[in-house]
């Protein structure tokens, strides 16, 4: 449980300047505290090495952490594992996107778990309060990624599959009411 607050106070003050997308620009912080909640509330999960991957993934990715301090505060182990969740944004977006797919399948079994919780978040927030100016296809472009990611990685836990499912069938149409 320590590691986990000690985690939660990082990552608070590491995104602390950080918004989300959203029209309404969310704090940025509400986004790995939601994974933690998915994991142990709707998952039923109880790793607290899990939840502060959850707490930690896009540290590396979003901010100026460095893989030497999260391993100075919280080891190897979940440094290599905030690695495996973390994009590299040199790469362009698109073959971001693609190594997502391609390397899912050989993620562990905690990364698995983190990647399953942030699209479920992701897909959640995408349906209630998408990105300003994304639009009708682009955000269906996003449900259908994020669902070709998670098609590779099946069998690691059936029930946040089946809450990813469920999130994934809110899926924008041209017939579905304008988010607000």
Known sequence: MKLLIKALAF????????????????RYINHPIALVDVLANEGGLEDERLMVAAVLHDTLEDTQTTERELDKLFGKELVDLVKEVTDDKALPVAERKRLQITHAKTLSRRAKLVKLADKICNLRDMAIAPPAG???????????????????????????????????????????PEPH
């Open 11 to 26: 990552a608070a003050d590491k995104h602390r300047n950080q918004r989300r997308k959203d029209v309404a620009a969310s």
């Open 134 to 176: 994304w639009g009708l296809a682009r955000r269906q472009d996003y449900f259908d990624w994020a669902k070709q990611v998670i098609d590779e990685i099946r069998g690691v836990h059936p029930t946040l599959e089946r809450i990813f499912d469920e999130a994934y069938s809110r899926r924008p149409t041209a017939a579905s």
